[in-house]
């Protein structure tokens, strides 16, 4: 799974980066606002998986279910 962080160090993309970091999901880190914007985002932070791309709170949801179903899968 490919996972890319699109940011502009923000406080929620600061947030974000944290919360990937310690789920020990590894990402790519993009502050080219050029390519941002290219893309078509108007707003960071945002979080592209395997093509997907998803907002602040979509991109919490999905680390949330993520490390939900890792946790179950390790008891």
Not at 10 to 19: D, N
Not at 54 to 62: D, E, F, Q, R, V
């Amino acid at each position: 799974m490919k996972v890319i962080l699109y940011s502009n160090h923000c406080p929620c993309c600061v947030h974000l980066e944290s919360a990937l970091t310690d789920a020990c999901i590894p990402f790519e880190l993009v502050t080219d606002t050029r390519l941002m914007l290219e893309k078509g985002f108007s707003s960071v932070p945002m979080l592209e998986t395997d093509g997907q791309t998803m907002n602040y709170s979509a991109a919490l949801k999905w680390l949330r279910e993520r490390t939900k179903n890792h946790a179950n899968q390790q008891v």
